[in-house]
């Protein structure tokens, strides 16, 4: 009986990382999915992750798993910076005083109207996922710095210094290219809000014939025609990432 391999150092390291789990995030499952989905979550990824090779999808290496530990710990100090400007004493005093007028004021038709119109609906969105990624960074940041503790720990102790120096050139990689600045993400292009509804709805987009369907449905799921641009636009982008229609027409006409 063929004795099965026992995985390295390094890809234990990346086994024990939250990155490793990246693929489950919205019961997202690349054996399973098709190509243009994986290519589109692709497209996302790299985006956030810039020191990372998506679309090559090399295998794990000493140097990869420093870039992912580098680019994961870049991106949670830079959320950290964020949230805290969002808290900082000035915009709570602003908060504050806005729920105080709202509570005085309640009664008003004309600031009834504003607050269950669709405005205030999506401040109450925006203040959900707030809360949501305040939770979600508390509960990745802990358990990251330990996994990354150790990882640094394995790493500095290995006897084969070339695989130690290139997971540390790595690790230098990772952290000097931090995937989440000002904006959400750091190469965030025009086409960005397109890949973030078709990934998001991509089991409905399965159903569709057709790009001009394609560009119907993204208009009604909030995307403008100055974003969604001229018809060609959308063709490269399916293109791009692999999503054809035209096997979908040829099973209609049958």
Known sequence: MEQKKQPSWYERIFDSLDFADVAKFDELDIKKEPQWVVNTFRELAQQIMPALPFRSMDPVTPRGVGRCL?????N???????LEKVFAPENLARANAFIEMVEKNKDNPALKAVIEGPLMASVAKAVELLETSLESGERVE???????LRALKVAWEQPNQSETVAFFRGLAEGLSKPGIVEGPAARATTATPIYQRLFVHRREIEKLKSVRELRVFLSQRGLSDQVLGDPKRLEK?????????????TKRAK
Do not use: V
């Not at 949670?76 to 964020?82: C, F, K, N, Q, V």
């Not at 982008?237 to 027409?249: A, H, K, T, V």
């Open 237 to 249: 982008i399916c293109e791009r990432i692999g999503l054809s229609f035209s096997r979908r027409r």
């Open 76 to 82: 949670l100090a830079a959320i950290g910076s964020r």
């Open 70 to 74: 580098g680019q994961q710990r870049a």
């Open 142 to 148: 802990g358990p990251f710095n330990k996994a990354a």
